[in-house]
């Protein structure tokens, strides 16, 4: 199942509703590898401690990991629902945990199911989602008299020079979406005809 892009949120927001008494509030991190999902579920039991319940779930681009707790609510009524929004958004390296304070009304497992997806579908509406995509980075080696058209026809195609070391050459990277790295290819070789060098150093998410 891999794609060319995903989405991910860069700060951490919260949203929460009261429901039958019981309060749901949903926190979403930015998360990147198993250790940060534990400290962000640490850091969401001190700042709201003494909740009943705290339901959670992640998705880590890294290994493609996914996965969800219901923290004590009956089966399939929590953390699935998370989930569920995670995938529909195709959102990864992000944690949502949604903290339940029991307002001594008895939900049933459809009014939970609506609980916490209603909450989440509130947090997600709030935040800003930023779509990152599969990129070639590539090193160049441009001769001095290439430089200023070089760099002004990348911009017009969006592909754009970055790090840029002056030496007897001018050296620099240019990250390139990878469905386009073929045309970029094709394109520098008839544009400087072979006078500017390039390598592939490696793939990168951005």
Known sequence: MEKNSFYVVRESASWEQVIEKSRFIAIVYQVSNVEGTAACLRDVREEYPN???????????EGLLEKSSDDGEPQGTGGKQIMEHLQHHELWNVMIVVVRYFGGVLLGTGGLSRAYSGTVRGLLEKVHLEKVRQHLLYDLCIPYSWYEALKYQLNLRFWTLDNERFTDLIKANVYVPSDEAKDF????????????ELQLMEEVWR
């Open 185 to 196: 290819e094709k394109w520098l070789q008839d544009f400087a005809s072979g006078q500017i």
């Open 51 to 61: 909740a009943r319940h705290y339901v959670y779930a992640y998705r880590l681009r």
